[in-house]
């Protein structure tokens, strides 16, 4: 299940930390479309080890993404989408090895994306954009083969989008609003 649970105006204010001292018996948190505040506690990366579905999008989340969500070994869906949320993607998001479903959009992340979501042999659903990404598209994300939708578009990416099977149908709009971007399937790089 993708998408809004919209809880509307009946859960605010911030994620209680103790949420985290439920444990590895929780599967899923859906907690899309409400108005939580704040920052994501550490103990939910530390304590809900054995989460498959992470649903926080569409709040008004700030700080960042832990380094710790590699704890997260059984996790098939992460969407934290459409909050505030600053800093970079941690590397650590390719110890992911079952994610499939990874939305990061409409937020306040920069830095690079990491080349180690390549690892994430699972992955079909890749969204950034509309954040401050920069660098360059990894290879690694090219290379996966199970793709069934990307977007890239309105980053500060720059260089050759990469070749690979995971790119081969992807249309210009994935990739559009990175003036630094070049490629198939934008515009060919100036030599």
Same mark, same amino acid.
């Given at each position: $299940? !993708?998408?809004?649970? *919209? +809880?509307?105006?009946r859960?605010t204010?911030?994620?209680?930390s103790?949420?985290?001292n439920?444990?590895s *018996?929780l599967?899923y948190i859906?907690l899309g479309?409400c108005q939580l505040?704040? @920052?994501i506690?550490?103990s939910?990366?530390?304590g /809900?080890?054995?989460?498959?579905?992470f649903y /926080?999008?569409?709040n008004?989340?700030t700080?960042?993404? #832990? *380094?710790?969500v590699?704890?997260?070994?059984?996790l098939? =869906?992460? @969407?934290?989408? !459409? =909050?505030?949320?600053?800093? $970079?993607?941690?590397?650590t998001?390719g110890?992911l090895k079952?994610?499939?479903?990874?939305?990061v959009s409409?937020?306040?992340?920069?830095?690079p994306?990491p @080349?180690?979501l390549?690892?994430?042999?699972s992955l079909y659903?890749?969204?950034v954009?509309? =954040?401050m990404l #920069?660098? !360059?598209?990894?290879?690694?994300?090219?290379d996966?083969? =199970?793709?069934?939708y990307v977007?890239f578009?309105?980053n500060?990416?720059v260089?050759?989008?990469?070749?690979?099977?995971?790119f081969v149908?992807q249309?210009?709009?994935?990739?559009s609003g990175?003036?630094g971007l070049?490629?198939h399937? /934008?515009?060919? +790089?100036k030599?």
């Amino acid at each position: $299940m !993708h998408g809004d649970c *919209k +809880c509307g105006d009946r859960l605010t204010g911030s994620i209680p930390s103790e949420l985290g001292n439920i444990g590895s *018996k929780l599967e899923y948190i859906y907690l899309g479309g409400c108005q939580l505040t704040g @920052a994501i506690p550490e103990s939910l990366y530390t304590g /809900l080890t054995g989460l498959t579905d992470f649903y /926080l999008n569409s709040n008004k989340l700030t700080g960042g993404i #832990s *380094k710790s969500v590699s704890n997260f070994k059984k996790l098939t =869906n992460l @969407a934290l989408d !459409h =909050n505030k949320l600053t800093g $970079m993607i941690p590397s650590t998001v390719g110890n992911l090895k079952k994610l499939g479903y990874f939305d990061v959009s409409t937020n306040k992340l920069s830095g690079p994306i990491p @080349a180690s979501l390549g690892n994430c042999k699972s992955l079909y659903h890749l969204t950034v954009n509309d =954040n401050m990404l #920069s660098g !360059h598209i990894p290879q690694s994300l090219a290379d996966l083969t =199970n793709y069934i939708y990307v977007d890239f578009s309105n980053n500060k990416l720059v260089g050759q989008i990469p070749q690979g099977p995971g790119f081969v149908n992807q249309t210009a709009s994935a990739f559009s609003g990175n003036k630094g971007l070049c490629g198939h399937p /934008l515009p060919a +790089c100036k030599s």
